[in-house]
């Protein structure tokens, strides 16, 4: 994406705030351990937090968490949500808090719509040396027949699958936060997840997808049918629940 579809992209999440932090899924535990190393007591920012799907397995699991994220429609989603989180307004490229006063930044299905220039000394600036810097993201598993059918029929619009996170974005990440200087060589790991599903509850989880919330009324309606008529094509997903497939990709990096 250009700069100005990103930006445009990265904003459009709060006219769907309230679907987004019902339908969308959450991560593999195993997946968040690893990502930061956590630990009981651990201070770790949780950076465009959006309705605090990251921010509240990491408060179960018993790290020190303060969830920054820009966009008020998806803040207010959080706060409600989660009363008891601390939450701030701000953004990755204007962290609001003192040096060396996080031990991890993390950031969920989020990293790709920071503008690391600016974001990465931010980042930097806020983390304790040797602190890490980790991305997750929720990728479906297209290696499963149905899952590949979806993709073909939304138009990629379903989400970012394991055959595109292996070739393309998990390097795109990489790169994006590989920043000479400031961290260290990037890792990446991969956690098998899943989500329980019917075909209603997975349409209204793709309609929280920022291709979906950018097009217009007619074009997003079209799509979703196309969609609607897949799932109830298929025999995994005709009827009742059904676990959509997935890994959960993970990128990390040190503070030097």
Known sequence: MDHDDRVLHG?????????????????????????????????????????????????????????????????????????????????????????????????????????????????????????????LWNVDDDRIDWVAGLERVSESSASVTVTNWRTRAADAHLAEIDLPGLFSQVERAEFPHGQRRTAESLLATIATHSRLLVIDDQARADLLGRIRDYLTSRQETASGEFTLPMLTGVVRARRR
Do not use: N
């Open 11 to 135: 904003s459009s999440f709060g006219a769907a705030a309230a679907a987004y932090a019902e339908h969308r899924p959450d991560y593999a535990e195993a997946a968040v351990r690893w990502a930061i190393e956590l630990a009981p007591g651990k201070r770790v920012l949780d950076i465009g937090a959006g309705t605090g799907k990251l921010t509240a397995i990491l408060t179960a699991l018993g790290a020190d968490v303060t969830a920054v994220e820009p966009d008020p429609a998806m803040l207010a989603e959080l706060r409600r949500r989660l009363p008891e989180a601390r939450t701030i307004a701000g953004s990755a490229e204007e962290i609001p808090l003192p040096d060396a006063s996080v031990d991890a930044v993390v950031a969920g299905q989020a990293l790709h719509w920071f503008d690391m220039a600016l974001a990465g000394p931010e980042i930097a600036r806020v983390l304790v040396p040797g602190g890490v810097l980790a991305g």
